[in-house]
């Protein structure tokens, strides 16, 4: 396993670190110390802390989009626009996608209009529609599905085109269930692609995106609170429609 860390002060060049600190499975996950040469990234200091501390989900971002393996103009559906859904969807156009959002949070919706992005509330809009006049009537050639629910699932794979591909982005609990005619599939030519996680190449073009502006943060933190009101805080983070809800010391 190679090591990536990413600072925000001055390092350097000839200070080495024989151990890092590797976080797997998320921020808060299980932790690894090894022994090993580190990649060393480094994040601007006007870039404030609670963006720059979406580097981690914004290189599980680049390793999604990567894996699917889009080509400049290609189109692209993403279902919702929370906080991993507007990452998913800035990366693919830094990639060069034609994007469009899936979304029936006003909140939401209004964020993601604001990163100027086309989004449908499929609630209120004929999505189907929509999505074919913006594929040119060809279909949608990538859907990823930032929301983990059976509705996603249904509207993933009615949009999506012949040989199209599909990213399973977004667990959910209770799990959905994928109940698809395999001849579907099979005849579809369809692409199935589960993700998750990253490498150091994925956090090394994240830390490019929100070091140049490629991907813009500062919209989807909803709340700054002082550490004192930590309670308060949670009480934000639980609230629907909210983005991320940041601690400030």
Request: net charge negative; with cysteine; glycine share 8%.
């Amino acid at each position: 396993m190679e090591g990536v860390v990413f600072i925000k002060n001055k390092v350097k060049q000839e200070q080495t670190f024989p151990k890092i600190l590797v976080l797997t499975h998320g921020f808060f996950g299980s932790e690894l110390i090894k022994s090993a040469e580190l990649v060393i990234g480094k994040m601007e200091d006007s870039l404030p802390f609670e963006e720059a501390s979406y580097l981690e989900p914004l290189a599980t971002a680049v390793h999604g989009i990567r894996k699917m393996n889009v080509q400049p103009d290609d189109t692209m559906l993403v279902i919702g626009a929370g906080n991993m859904g507007m990452l998913n969807a800035q990366v693919a156009r830094a990639f060069g996608c034609r994007v469009f959002i899936s979304e029936v949070n006003e909140n939401r919706i209004r964020v993601a209009s604001s990163l100027g992005f086309d989004v449908v509330n499929p609630a209120k809009e004929d999505i189907t529609a929509f999505a074919d006049r913006f594929s040119f009537h060809q279909g949608v050639d990538h859907v990823v599905m930032a929301v983990g629910n059976q509705p996603a699932v249904d509207q993933a794979f009615s949009l999506v085109r012949r040989g199209g591909k599909v990213l399973f982005f977004a667990a959910g609990y209770p799990s959905p269930s994928l109940d698809l005619d395999v001849n579907k599939i099979h005849y579809g030519n369809w692409h199935l692609i589960g993700t998750g996680g990253a490498n150091v190449g994925d956090y090394c073009l994240a830390s490019q995106y929100l070091n140049h502006g490629t991907v813009k943060t500062a919209q989807l933190i909803s709340h700054r609170v002082p550490l004192e009101d930590y309670e308060k805080a949670f009480e934000l983070a639980e609230t629907p429609g909210n983005y991320r809800v940041s601690l400030m010391p």
